[in-house]
C-alpha cells in the first residue's frame, strides 16, 4: 500500500518508532499534492490539511507498507483521521495513494505554514518521547 505523508511521519525517526522499523531512505519518493495546503494546528506542534483549490503541499509518497504498518499508522494518526485516496503529482505524473486526511472540523488551522525543519528544532525531541512511550505501551503494536 502506498500513502503520502506531509508532516511529522517525514521525519524518519518518527517514522520508525511508529512502524517498529527503519525505512531505507529510497522508500520516501517526493510528491505533491495539489487541492491543500497544510497549516499549523491550534493547540499541536503538527500540521494538518486543509482541502483549497489554488493550494498544494510538499511531502513523500511511502510505499510497500503492510497492513501492519497501516494499522500502526492508523494508531498513530488516531480516530480525528480517515484514510483517504487522493491525487498526488510524481515525477509530473497523476496517481492516486492513501492519505490519513484529518477530519477538518475537529482541527482548527492556525494561520502560518508549518515547516518540518523548524518542528524538528523546536519540537521533535519532545514529540519522539512522547511517540516512543505511547508506542511501547501497546504490546499489540510491537515487531518483537
Known sequence: MRFFFYGTLLDRDVTA?????????????????????????RGVTYPI???DPNGQVQGAIVQGLSALDVARLAAYEGPRYRIAPLTVEIHAALTTVSVFEPLEKRFEPVDGAWDLALWQRRHKRA??????????????????
Open 17 to 41: 518508532i511508529v512502524l517498529g522499523r527503519r525505512l531505507p531512505p529510497q522508500a520516501f519518493i517526493s510528491a505533491t499534492l495539489h487541492g491543500h495546503t497544510r497549516y499549523r494546528a
Open 49 to 51: 490539511i486543509v482541502r
Open 127 to 144: 514529540f519522539v518521547d512522547r511517540i516512543r512511550r505511547a508506542f511501547s505501551a501497546h504490546p499489540a503494536y510491537s515487531r518483537r
